[in-house]
T-cell receptor, first 114, second 114 residues
Framework: EPEVTQTPSHQVTQMGQEVILRCVPISNHLYFYWYRQILGQKVEFLVS????????KSEIFDDQFSVERPDGSNFTLKIRSTKLEDSAMYFC????????????FGDGTRLSIL | AQSVTQPDIHITVSEGASLELRCNYSYGATPYLFWYVQSPGQGLQLLLK??????LVQGIKGFEAEFKRSQSSFNLRKPSVHWSDAAEYFC????????????FGKGTSLLVTP
């Protein structure tokens, strides 16, 4: 069964550095998402992306964050000038369409900011 | 404000016993409803979804959930739990109409005892 893949599984970065998290969504899916889960807290929506532009973003997704689909297969989340509070598990998801189509999640990237 | 509540943080059941995990939501209109499971070190796997129609929905791994509009609930059930069902379970809702962000509950951690 096709799945969403995320790399790396664990990323350790110094505070203030830039980090790029990578995702390969399911190939025939058109909508892409990033979520994060701070340790001990709920999974929170960051951003959705469709047709090469952001379709929706949360309050968390400020100017520090950006997303990109650099080619036909990858979907990336960039965090500029990381902060300690950015430490979390970041999940990528994709769906065939928006709305009632279920989102399929990757295994996540654990981001640790030192 | 829109919210998803999973009242039980931890639940312990004996193997072979029945299981019910609770989920309540507060939304302006009936949202799309999902249950996801997260095993340690894994991503979020979709168990089942409700969009419309029959209020009792069947999912994978022998799980089912019942939508009750009058109670704003979408409880997950399994008649006989297996040790491999030990995991974190998340209820999630998505808005009808515009927007695709899933709003997750805080999760219920299931422990299965021999």
């Amino acid at each position: 069964e096709p799945e969403v893949t995320q790399t790396p599984s664990h990323q350790v970065t110094q505070m203030g550095q830039e980090v790029i998290l990578r995702c390969v969504p399911i190939s025939n899916h058109l909508y892409f998402y990033w979520y994060r889960q701070i340790l001990g807290q709920k999974v929170e929506f960051l951003v959705s992306f469709y047709n090469n532009e952001i379709s929706e973003k949360s309050e968390i997704f400020d100017d520090q964050f950006s997303v990109e689909r650099p080619d036909g297969s990858n979907f990336t989340l960039k965090i500029r000038s990381t902060k300690l509070e950015d430490s979390a598990m970041y999940f990528c998801a994709s769906s065939k369409r928006g709305g009632n189509q279920p989102q399929h999640f990757g295994d996540g990237t654990r981001l640790s900011i030192l | 404000a829109q919210s998803v509540t999973q009242p039980d943080i931890h639940i312990t059941v004996s193997e072979g016993a029945s299981l019910e995990l609770r989920c309540n939501y507060s939304y302006g209109a009936t949202p799309y409803l999902f249950w996801y499971v997260q095993s340690p070190g894994q991503g979020l796997q979709l168990l089942l979804k409700y969009f419309s129609g029959d209020t009792l929905v069947q999912g994978i791994k022998g799980f089912e959930a019942e939508f009750k509009r009058s109670q704003s609930s979408f409880n997950l059930r399994k008649p006989s739990v297996h040790w491999s069902d030990a995991a974190e379970y998340f209820c999630a809702v998505g808005p009808r109409g515009s927007g695709y962000a899933l709003n997750f509950g805080k999760g219920t951690s299931l422990l299965v005892t021999p």
